[in-house]
């Protein structure tokens, strides 16, 4: 932010492993929200690590959020935070719920086409399981691949400035206000924590 570095522990796994080795232990560090899983949970520390919290850097990209939000309640019990990975992960796999989380700074100024893209490669980057990341090889291959993608949002008429709507259910609103006016009248089922972010 504000070229600022926020990511001081980014590159952890450089300290490890080497050789036969497929892991190291370390005492648990790093910065909340980017942290790999299995790190947290065993202080095994790999090259999927890193794959992990890079996975993270691209949903802040798409969405113009932090990797944890605090959201306050009406009491300090009610208070929750809620991590970005699983906040999107419901809104990754389809083109249309994807448009309801992208950054509304970038006013439709992005390719669809590479918009999806980098949320597939963001979903299979912050997998739960480590063996099912790909190489950081592969993730920079598949980001220089979207380069020159000239099918801006905005063009195609996927994108219109919208106000904000009020209350926990904002998010929830303006997908289905997006249906309605797809013509298919269908609406979410039921209510997701993305609505606290709204």
């Known amino acids: 932010q504000d070229f600022t570095a926020k990511l001081s522990d980014f590159g952890l796994a450089k300290l490890g492993p080497e050789g036969?080795?497929?892991?190291?232990?370390?005492?648990?560090?790093?910065?909340?929200?980017?942290?790999?899983?299995?790190?947290?949970?065993?202080?095994?520390?790999?090259?999927?690590?890193?794959?992990y919290s890079f996975g993270v850097v691209l949903l802040e990209l798409l969405t113009g959020r932090r990797a944890m939000e605090h959201v306050p309640g009406r009491t300090a019990r009610a208070e929750q935070t809620i991590k970005l990975v699983e906040w999107t992960r419901p809104y990754l796999a389809s083109s249309r719920r994807l448009r309801c989380i992208m950054d509304q700074k970038l006013s439709g100024h992005y390719s669809v086409k590479g918009a999806r893209a980098m949320a597939h490669l963001a979903v299979r980057c912050t997998n739960p399981q480590p063996r099912d990341r790909p190489s950081m090889a592969v993730v920079v291959?598949?980001?220089?691949?979207?380069?020159?993608?000239?099918?801006?949002?905005?063009?195609?008429?996927?994108?219109?400035?919208?106000?904000?709507?009020?209350?926990?259910?904002?998010?929830?609103?303006?997908?289905?206000?997006?249906?309605?006016?797809?013509?298919?009248?269908?609406?979410?089922?039921?209510?997701t924590a993305s609505a606290n972010l709204s």
Do not use: C, I
């Open 141 to 191: 291959e598949e980001l220089e691949q979207l380069e020159g993608l000239k099918d801006m949002a905005v063009s195609m008429g996927l994108f219109w400035p919208t106000a904000p709507a009020a209350g926990r259910n904002a998010l929830s609103a303006k997908f289905r206000a997006e249906m309605k006016g797809a013509g298919t009248g269908a609406v979410p089922r039921r209510r």
């Open 20 to 51: 036969e080795e497929t892991h190291v232990s370390t005492r648990v560090m790093g910065t909340h929200g980017y942290a790999a899983p299995e790190y947290v949970q065993t202080g095994h520390l790999t090259v999927k690590s890193d794959v």
